[in-house]
C-alpha cells in the first residue's frame, strides 16, 4: 500500500507591520491541523515566550553550527537578529500529519523556495505605504527610526512579489483572514490573480517613490 503524501507546506510572508502573525495564529487556533513551524533565532527570550512554542532560542554559535550542518531549511539576519527554520521542523510537523506554516521573510522565501516545490506561497500586502507606516507607528515600543528601517525593509520585500503564489491585501484583519482560510484550508484561488498582485506590489513600489509624505518624512529623520 502507497503510503499517504505528506501534508504540503504554506508559506506565509509579508512585510513587517502588515498582519502576518495575526493572521497566521488565527488560523492555526480554528485550525489545529495547522500548525506554525516553530524557527531558531539568536535573539533572547521575552517576557511571556516559551521555549520550543515560540521560538528555539540559541545562540550565535549554535546557530551557524546548525548552518555548517546542513541542517537549515532557510535562515536570514534581520536588525542584526538570525531566524531560521530547520529542516527537521517541517518534517516532523508532517510526520504527525500536520500542515506546516512557514512565517517566513523574502529572505528566506528566497532559499526554500527550491526546495519546497509543492508549498502553497502566500504573500500578505498593505492597502498602501502610508497605511504600513500607520500601522507601524501604532507600535509605540520601537524607536521611529527603526520603524523607517522596517518601512525601508518592507520597500525591499514588496519588490520581490514575484516569488509568491498567492496575494492578500489587508484592509482589514476578518477579510484578510477569510482569504487566508479559503486558500490554505478550502484550496481555492486568493481574490486577487497573479498578475494584479504583481500590479499591486508595482503601485506600492510607486508610492515609495513618489509619496510626498514620505520625502518630508525621510527629511525629517536625516535632521534629526
Known amino acids: 500500500m502507497t503510503p499517504p503524501k505528506p501534508p504540503h507546506v504554506v508559506v506565509v510572508s509579508a512585510p513587517s507591520g502588515t498582519g502576518k502573525t495575526t493572521l497566521n495564529q488565527r488560523l ?91 508549498a502553497k506561497s502566500i504573500f500578505i500586502l498593505p492597502p498602501t505605504v502610508e497605511t504600513l507606516w500607520q500601522r507601524l507607528e501604532g507600535r509605540a515600543t520601537e524607536a521611529k527610526d527603526v520603524r523607517w528601517r522596517r518601512l525601508m525593509t518592507a520597500r525591499n520585500e514588496i519588490s520581490s512579489g514575484n516569488l509568491y503564489d498567492f496575494f492578500i491585501v489587508n484592509h482589514t484583519l476578518d477579510t484578510a483572514y477569510a482569504e487566508l482560510e479559503a486558500i490554505v484550508i478550502d484550496g481555492k484561488k486568493s481574490k486577487i490573480t497573479h498578475e494584479e498582485g504583481i500590479r499591486l506590489c508595482q503601485q506600492l513600489a510607486t508610492e515609495f517613490d513618489d509619496a510626498p509624505w514620505l520625502h518630508k518624512l525621510s527629511r525629517e529623520l536625516a535632521d534629526n
Open 28 to 118: 492555526t487556533k480554528m485550525h489545529p491541523e495547522v500548525q506554525i513551524a516553530v524557527s531558531y533565532t539568536t535573539r533572547k527570550q521575552r517576557p511571556g515566550e516559551i521555549e520550543g512554542v515560540h521560538y528555539h532560542f540559541v545562540s550565535s554559535k549554535n546557530f551557524h553550527d546548525l548552518i555548517k550542518q546542513g541542517q537549515m531549511l532557510e535562515y536570514a539576519e534581520v536588525f542584526g537578529t538570525l531566524y531560521g527554520t530547520p529542516t527537521a521542523e517541517i518534517q516532523r510537523l508532517q510526520a504527525a500529519g500536520k500542515t506546516p506554516l512557514l512565517e517566513i521573510d523574502v529572505q528566506g522565501w528566497r532559499q526554500a523556495r527550491e526546495k519546497l516545490p509543492d
